[in-house]
């Protein structure tokens, strides 16, 4: 289980260095155009091109993200059906015990019965 969790961990961990990584390109190559000395319609150019470019980024990156999210609904939906499944044992067990223990009950009782009736009879 504590695999699991350094797994789930490592996995936050690289989406924030991922979208850390992905910011810093974006504002990068946005100064990087502004100072660079061209003119106005080769920076107009560039910037376009490199916008194109980021928003190609961006839906790989959402893609990586609708993955990731569909991974982890898959081992939630498995963690899910585990538990469900122990809770279903859990409460088999707990009412066979129930039952067992309602069955000794009224032995105890039907005994107790009849040994107060045979204390009455002789007692009569």
Known sequence: MNSE???????????GVA??????????GILGILFAPKSGKETRKEL???SEKI???GKEGLGDVVEKTKDLAQVGKQKIEEL???GEEMWEKG????EDTAKKIKIV??????????????LS
């Open 19 to 28: 979208a850390a990584l992905f910011i810093g390109l974006i504002i990068g």
């Open 55 to 57: 928003i190609e980024k």
């Open 109 to 122: 009782v039907s005994e107790s019965k009849t040994k107060a009736k045979e204390a009455e009879d002789y």
């Open 84 to 86: 469900k499944i122990a």
């Open 5 to 15: 969790n350094n797994y789930s961990g490592n996995r936050g961990n690289a989406g």
């Open 48 to 50: 376009i091109e490199k």
């Open 95 to 98: 009412k066979k015990k129930v």
